[in-house]
């Protein structure tokens, strides 16, 4: 079975050496989202962007997406993911804050960008942005990385001068072993969404992890960077298993 695997250019490029690990493992071929052509033969389809529209007109044509158009619209939509985690009994810090401090951040935003901590004053209303309480414990969180409903590794990311713990934003990162309870919390989101291979996000409030986003196209730098999990290796092969 022969299928496409679809970044931006620009990330496409940024992700060279995961655009080539999966060609190592998969009959795959690389196609942009800029050049994206709907009608080509495909019979799986790995879609590597925050697009939605791109996993339902294949999935109209009956060709396997990983991950599914449902869990992109979700992830993609902080608004929407908080008030679904929510409303399924998820505990999250307070949306729709508006009294500082607060963290601002984009709905549609990845990797911390334009996320920003408004410590006092008058925020601004912008449409297209979360308006949250903030965790108790800044510049510290956890990301999960999850096949096919089984956690496959965690880490800790620190940063000791932004209150965003992002990798790319210069945080350090170490290999993290979840708790039981952590475990069960997981498992329990886990059990809420129909996915492939996501990131789940977690801040830390008074000790303890509160959920915070899912990283749909989630990378896995760190985990290459820390530990010898092939985790591209694994996906791939869930894909065959899946197919």
Not at 9 to 30: C, G, M, P, T, W
Not at 76 to 97: A, H, S, T
Request: some cysteine; overall charge negative; proline content about 4%.
């Amino acid at each position: 079975m022969s299928g496409l695997l679809i970044y931006s250019r620009f990330e496409a490029e940024r992700n060279a050496f995961s655009v080539e690990q999966y060609k190592k493992h998969l009959d795959i071929s690389l196609m942009l989202e800029e050049e994206i052509d709907f009608s080509g033969p495909a019979d799986f389809v790995i879609n590597r962007t925050n697009n939605y529209g791109i996993a339902e007109e294949f999935e109209k044509r009956g060709i396997r997406v990983f991950n599914p158009s449902s869990l992109t619209r979700l992830a993609n939509d902080k608004q929407k993911c908080y008030e679904f985690m929510r409303d399924n009994g998820i505990e999250i810090l307070p949306v729709d804050y508006k009294t500082p401090p607060l963290v601002m951040k984009p709905i549609d935003g990845k990797g911390g960008k334009d996320v920003i901590l408004i410590k006092d004053g008058v925020p601004p209303e912008k449409g297209g942005y979360v308006y949250q309480k903030p965790a108790t414990d800044l510049g510290k969180d956890l990301r999960v990385w999850l096949i096919g409903g089984k956690i496959i590794a965690a880490v800790l990311r620190e940063s000791k001068t932004d209150f965003r713990a992002n990798f790319c934003l210069g945080g350090s990162a170490t290999p993290y072993t979840l708790s039981k309870d952590e475990t069960a919390l997981i498992d329990k989101i886990s059990g809420l969404l129909e996915y492939d291979y996501i990131g789940i996000d977690f801040l830390f409030n008074n000790g303890k992890i509160i959920f915070n986003e899912i990283e749909d196209s989630v990378g896995a730098r760190m985990l290459y960077n820390l530990t010898n999990i092939d985790i591209i290796e694994k996906y791939c092969k869930y894909i065959k298993s899946t197919l």
